[in-house]
């Protein structure tokens, strides 16, 4: 089936410094997400985008979180400064937007990050 | 706010019988509903999507939908030991474009 592809699969990083998570969705998808989830917990929506801008947010999208796409490349999701409470894994995702199936969410494998 | 629940936390089943899985929400106005399987370690595998209240089969899984009573199901057919996985209801928010996870349902299938 369709592929979301994460890169990298994980990352140990100090506190404070800054990371950018990369997705390199199903091609022709129009929509991209970004999940986290702690380990042993529910992975918990935050942040949606489409057309270059962000359509939704959660409140776990810290203002520390950024997300772009720049020209049709990888989906980016960037955390400056990491917290410790960052660590997490952090699923991307991508959908069609139309159609009867559009919605069905295809995901990557994770970027397993860890904030020490 | 949609809200989703699973259960059990917790099944094991053996090899070959029938393993049904539960899931209820609290706003019956949405009609896109999924259920997803995860692999440690792995993403996310989407098994079956349902959108009408009734059955639907993909496979080895059947899904069934009763909005009325805000429940979801999933049921897995001669599991197998490769079934083991966290199983994840997930709901389709009303305005199309963010998905509601539940806990998930840790599924293990004894050989």
């Known amino acids: 089936g369709p592929k979301v592809l994460q890169i990298p699969s994980h990352q140990i990083i100090d506190m404070g410094q800054m990371v950018t998570l990369n997705c390199d969705p199903v091609?022709?998808?129009?929509?991209f997400y970004w999940y986290k989830q702690i380990l042993g917990q529910q992975m918990e929506f935050l942040v949606n985008f489409y057309n270059g801008k962000v359509m939704e947010k959660s409140k776990l999208f810290k203002d520390q979180f950024s997300v772009e796409r720049p020209d049709g490349s990888y989906f980016t999701l960037k955390i400056q400064p990491t917290a410790l409470e960052d660590s997490a894994v952090y699923f991307c995702?991508?959908?069609?937007?139309?159609?009867?199936?559009?919605?069905?969410?295809?995901f990557g494998e994770g970027s397993r990050l860890i904030v020490v | 706010q949609q809200k989703v629940q699973q259960s059990p936390e917790s099944l094991t089943v053996s090899e070959g019988a029938m393993a049904s899985l539960n899931c209820t929400f609290s706003d019956g106005t949405s009609n896109n509903f999924r259920w997803y399987r995860q692999h440690s370690a792995k993403g996310l595998e989407v098994l079956v999507s349902i959108f009408s209240d009734g059955e639907k089969e993909e496979g080895r899984f059947t899904a069934h939908l009763n909005r009325a009573n805000l429940h979801v199901s999933l049921h897995i057919r001669e599991p197998q030991p490769s079934d083991s996985a966290v199983y994840l209801c997930a709901v389709i928010d009303t305005n199309a474009y963010k998905v509601i996870f539940g806990k998930g349902t840790h599924l293990h299938v004894l050989p």
């Open positions: 995702a991508s959908s069609l937007g139309t159609g009867v199936s559009g919605n069905t969410l295809y």
């Open positions: 091609s022709n998808h129009l929509y």
